[in-house]
């Protein structure tokens, strides 16, 4: 891989300096739940494929779900309807809130202090507390989820005033799938793939019609998380430092120096 391509895949541009990505960042940290999924897979070609489909699937739900806050029409493909009516309901029953819908949907963060970027999906309030949300289309919340939210809301909390602070932080989960009448059996199709779990492996299933479920978490231990994302930030600066080195612009501290 070129630097350049370094620089575009792993990083923004901000203020003349390179400053690394959150989830390029977080992608350091050992993902269980992602080797027991290529363990399941027929090949690595075949596991990548899925990856890309279920991104795909990602991205456009992000977008869909990214208009409707903005209040902006829009087509939704029909495949991620459910979905999108499973967020409608979560934000009906929760009674979240954008206060500001210029600046408080996808909106960009960094740290000059700390060396990184994000986007953050929104920041919404909940009951008066206002709090960062990131959406999820996968099959679970995984620990790492947590490192990425702390840097957000510590970029963005150093971006803005003490009343304008973010207090928490809030995973969505949004899922989608057809079940089994019989047997419970559940179907998904994100992936492009179509995947059954649960259910009898002897029934002859008979899916209703898709339909979406929610998963909404609150995020604890704010400091402790930020903690393993500035670790986790060392660790990747480790790995890449033969990269890093040759970028002018990225920020470097007196620890990095030295490593680098
Ligand atoms: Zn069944």
Not at 30 to 44: I, T, V
Not at 172 to 188: I, V
């Amino acid at each position: 891989m070129s630097l350049q391509e370094f620089k575009e895949k792993n990083g923004y541009e901000i203020e003349h300096y390179w400053l690394p990505r959150v989830t390029s960042i977080t992608d350091v940290v050992f993902k269980p739940g992602l080797l027991r999924y290529y363990a399941q897979q027929p090949n690595f070609a075949a596991a990548q494929e899925t990856l890309n489909h279920a991104a795909n699937w990602g991205t456009a739900t992000h977008e869909a779900v990214e208009k409707f806050l903005i209040g902006e029409e829009c087509e939704i493909d029909p495949m991620i309807i459910p979905s999108i009516q499973v967020f409608k309901k979560w934000k009906k029953e929760y009674k979240a809130k954008i206060l500001d819908i210029q600046n408080d949907i996808e909106r960009k963060v960094y740290d000059l202090e700390d060396r990184y970027a994000g986007t953050l999906d929104a920041l919404i309030e909940i009951k008066g507390v206002l709090g960062v949300l990131d959406i999820k289309t996968g099959s679970g919340i995984w620990d790492e989820y947590s490192l990425q939210l702390a840097a957000y809301m510590n970029a963005y909390n150093k971006s803005v005033p003490s009343k304008r602070m973010a207090k928490t932080r809030w995973i969505l989960r949004l899922d989608q799938f057809e079940e089994c009448k019989f047997c419970g059996a559940k179907k998904r199709a994100k992936g492009g793939k179509v995947l059954i779990r649960g259910g009898k492996s002897n029934c002859y299933h008979k899916f209703l019609p898709a339909r979406g479920e929610f998963e909404f978490k609150e995020l604890k231990d704010f400091n402790h998380d930020l903690d393993g994302f500035i670790g986790a930030k060392r660790l990747w600066e480790w790995y890449n430092k033969s990269q890093l080195k040759q970028i002018e612009n990225y920020p470097k501290t007196k620890i990095i120096q030295s490593l680098l």
